[in-house]
């Protein structure tokens, strides 16, 4: 027999994959994003869009920061090809720790989130 934190660790999961294949990011992401907050479970409706707003990816690989700068790259949301040759001494681990440190982005279990 299941204890009731198990029902409702799975129901929170169905919703989650629920609206994970509605939005396209992942359901853990969506569980991260509500354990960080920690709303309650029937306002997730309320919360469900800025999530997906404010979600930017899973850390790939040990070196976060790292991952997390050159994902924004990849994005096009930072453009270190425009800084010539100047671009190889752009430190994307400095830069990916600086957006945690200052507030920019925050990350829960491995998934990375825009602070806004």
Known sequence: M???LERTAETQLQEAEQFASEYGIP??????YWGNLSPE??????????????????????NAHQWLAEHLANEGIIDVDSMGDLG?????????????????????????????
């Open 2 to 4: 299941k204890t009731e």
């Open 27 to 32: 359901a853990r992401a969506i569980l991260a």
């Open 41 to 62: 479970w029937d306002e997730i409706a309320t919360w469900i869009e800025e999530a997906v707003d404010a979600y930017i990816g899973e850390v790939e690989g040990f």
């Open 88 to 116: 190889r001494y752009f430190d994307y681990e400095m830069f990916g720790r600086d957006l945690e440190l200052g507030g920019d982005v925050w990350e829960s279990n491995g998934f990375y989130f825009w602070n806004r």
